[in-house]
């Protein structure tokens, strides 16, 4: 099964050093340490001979991040009972996922982002082709792009970007004609560094 693969590959991930610091774990824009809040996204892979990745795609009237390709997820409200409760909550509330449909594997590493979240990425397995329904205030669409493009290092960029008078980087991923970046691109690729993709395979 899909979801015992991806289990073995992300403990063995998470057992052995991959060279995984600071700077890939936190906005390359945080100077100094920062109070954050507890959030969540749900790395959502459908469970096909070639595995896929369930990506949103902002609304573009939303105040923050208007149009960026996003997992979906949120704040771990005071009602969640874990970060893996909110992730769920909020893919239901996003995109309509029904919670018992996911496959829960595990987490994989956290990312501190500049607007003051401690992000956990919260990996499951759900069935191919479900009918998800976009919440239009949050979401314009959702899409599917091939786990193994999205995981390729050959695929991602590293690209800098000036702030307040220092260069930065951040990493970028384009795939049809969507753009990956920022949080979402540093989670994938900290993720692929956690999973072997051979260990993937049927």
Same mark, same amino acid.
């Given at each position: 099964?899909?979801?015992?693969?991806? $289990?073995?590959?992300?403990?063995?991930?998470?057992?052995r050093?991959?060279?995984?610091?600071?700077?890939?774990? $936190?906005d390359?824009?945080?100077?100094?340490?920062?109070?954050?809040?507890?959030? /969540?996204?749900?790395?959502?892979?459908?469970?096909?001979?070639?595995?896929?990745?369930?990506?949103?795609?902002?609304?573009?009237?939303?105040?923050?991040?208007a149009?960026?390709?996003a997992?979906?997820?949120?704040r771990?409200?005071?009602?969640?009972?874990?970060?893996?409760?909110?992730?769920?909550?909020?893919?239901?509330?996003?995109?309509?996922?029904?919670p018992?449909?996911?496959?829960?594997?595990?987490?994989?590493?956290?990312?501190?982002?500049?607007?003051?979240?401690d992000?956990?990425?919260?990996?499951?397995?759900?069935?191919?082709?479900?009918p998800?329904?976009?919440?239009?205030?949050?979401?314009?669409?959702?899409?599917?792009?091939?786990?193994?493009?999205?995981?390729?290092?050959?695929? $991602?960029?590293?690209?800098?970007?000036?702030?307040?008078?220092e260069?930065?980087?951040?990493?970028?991923?384009?795939?049809?004609?969507?753009?990956?970046?920022?949080?979402?691109?540093?989670?994938?690729?900290?993720?692929?560094r956690?999973?072997?993709?051979? $260990?993937?395979? /049927?």
């Amino acid at each position: 099964m899909l979801a015992d693969r991806l $289990r073995a590959a992300l403990t063995e991930g998470h057992a052995r050093d991959i060279g995984i610091g600071l700077s890939d774990t $936190r906005d390359p824009r945080i100077r100094e340490d920062m109070v954050l809040a507890p959030a /969540a996204v749900l790395v959502a892979i459908t469970d096909r001979p070639e595995p896929g990745l369930i990506l949103t795609q902002r609304a573009a009237s939303l105040r923050k991040h208007a149009g960026q390709v996003a997992f979906p997820g949120g704040r771990v409200d005071e009602g969640d009972a874990d970060e893996t409760a909110a992730a769920l909550r909020e893919a239901q509330e996003e995109i309509g996922l029904p919670p018992r449909l996911v496959d829960i594997v595990g987490t994989s590493d956290r990312y501190h982002t500049f607007t003051g979240f401690d992000i956990i990425p919260v990996l499951g397995v759900i069935p191919p082709d479900l009918p998800l329904t976009p919440q239009a205030s949050e979401v314009a669409e959702w899409f599917e792009v091939p786990l193994s493009y999205a995981l390729d290092p050959a695929n $991602r960029l590293r690209k800098p970007i000036e702030f307040q008078g220092e260069q930065r980087h951040f990493y970028e991923i384009i795939w049809e004609d969507k753009r990956i970046w920022g949080i979402t691109a540093a989670i994938l690729a900290n993720l692929s560094r956690r999973l072997n993709l051979g $260990r993937l395979a /049927a």
